[in-house]
């Protein structure tokens, strides 16, 4: 096992995040957004709208990276979850 | 066990699948048969891609039909007559698909009366389904008790099996189990194809398998000899451990799917060719 150990890299160190640029990733991303359709029957306008929503609601309180917003549905037994990850920059501050 | 069901025996019929065509369905049944059949078990394979027979050539057993799954249900010859059975592994059998029929030639529920026959017999029957999502889909899932679904890690490939796993759900089947073929580590270590992780994050369905991308599967399937009895492919070695695994082992996912310091550069390092030029690798894609 030595070998396959060493080529496949069993224990060796950490790779370094993902680059958006690179295909595997820009393939993952137009997957979600295309079974995102094909399953809530959900056009890109009316994603884009929700996004545009998630965004607006949510600045009210948080400064948001809003370039960074990823919307997700993923699939379990009870049926699709709708996941939204928006990072935040920092807490806008507690009204005075 | 109690067997409340009268109509079954213990054989599992499991079929397998994928909706988009070419992602490796038939050599998936071949070899998982084989294996199976290699670890002990009675293995039937059915064909059920009735007008495209492939499974047949597949197992290099194309001179030896004589009677079909459609015969088989028009009772034009007795199960047995059409049962083949392998030429290395006299517990493995295959029952061919018809070549001059189309897919209506059977129907579901000949299907579910032909699995429930073939369970008292035995350990496994595993059923090549079809492409589509039609007719020819719809028997091979008809009297199955679970589904593999058979991906490559492309954009088409698994937007298909979402769909089939939907479909299989719907038709009240269990969760089916996925199977990743046909993956190239150093594509994936160069973040130029999905990962393992990638995959399964959008199905969010079990994995019972990784294949790599290896051309052994070429020349056995040009000589009609299953890899999965090649000790030396790395495919069969895959195929052997879904066989494994189908039967309750526990086996490590043999294929890392995101190699950490890129699977060229080590062979050519072992292999001292080339310096850390040769192969621009960034991280793996999964996150």
Do not use: W
């Not at chain 1, 079974?35 to 607006?56: F, G, N, S, W, Y």
């Not at chain 2, 059915?46 to 027979?53: E, P, T, V």
């Amino acid at each position: 096992m030595g070998f396959l150990n060493s080529v496949f890299g069993r224990g060796g160190k950490k790779s370094p995040p993902p680059s958006p640029h690179q295909s595997a990733h820009v393939a993952k991303q137009r997957l979600v957004e295309v079974l995102v359709q094909d399953h809530v029957k959900l056009t890109p306008d009316a994603l884009a709208a929700i996004r545009a929503d998630i965004i607006r609601s949510l600045s009210r309180h948080l400064d948001v990276d809003a370039d960074q917003l990823q919307i997700n549905i993923t699939r379990n037994e009870r049926g699709e979850n709708l996941v939204a990850n928006v990072p935040v920059r920092r807490s806008a501050g507690r009204r005075r | 066990m109690g067997e409340t069901d009268q109509r079954r025996g213990s054989g599992r019929v499991v079929t397998i699948t994928s909706g988009k065509g070419g992602v490796g369905k038939t050599t998936t049944t071949a070899n998982v048969g084989a294996a199976l059949a290699d670890r002990g078990k009675s293995v039937v394979l059915i064909d059920a891609d009735i007008g495209l027979r492939n499974l047949d050539i597949v197992l290099g057993l194309e001179n030896r039909i004589v009677y079909d799954l459609v015969d088989v249900v028009e009772g034009t010859c007795r199960l047995r007559q059409a049962m083949i059975r392998d030429k290395r592994l006299n517990n493995l059998h295959l029952i061919p698909a018809a070549q001059t029929r189309d897919k209506e030639a059977v129907s579901p529920e000949q299907m579910r009366t032909l699995c429930n026959d073939l369970r008292q017999q035995f350990d496994f029957i595993l059923i090549d389904s079809p492409a589509g999502i039609e007719q020819g889909f719809r028997n091979a899932i008809a009297g199955a008790d679970e589904v593999l679904v058979v991906t490559n890690p492309e954009v088409s490939s698994v937007r298909d099996a979402d769909r089939i796993i939907g479909l299989v759900e719907a038709a009240e089947l269990p969760i089916p189990r996925l199977i990743i073929n046909r993956l190239n580590p150093l594509l994936v270590s160069r973040g130029d194809m999905m990962s393992m992780e990638d995959v399964t994050d959008i199905l969010s369905i079990p994995l019972v398998g990784i294949v790599p991308d290896d051309e052994s599967i070429v020349t056995s399937t040009n000589r009609g000899e299953p890899a999965a009895l090649n000790t030396q492919s790395r495919a069969g070695q895959a195929f052997r451990d879904i066989a494994a695994r189908l039967t309750g082992e526990d086996v490590p996912m043999a294929v890392q799917d995101e190699p950490k310091d890129g699977a060229l550069r080590r062979i050519l390092r072992m292999l001292k060719i080339g310096g850390n030029q040769a192969v621009p690798l960034r991280g793996g894609g999964t996150h």
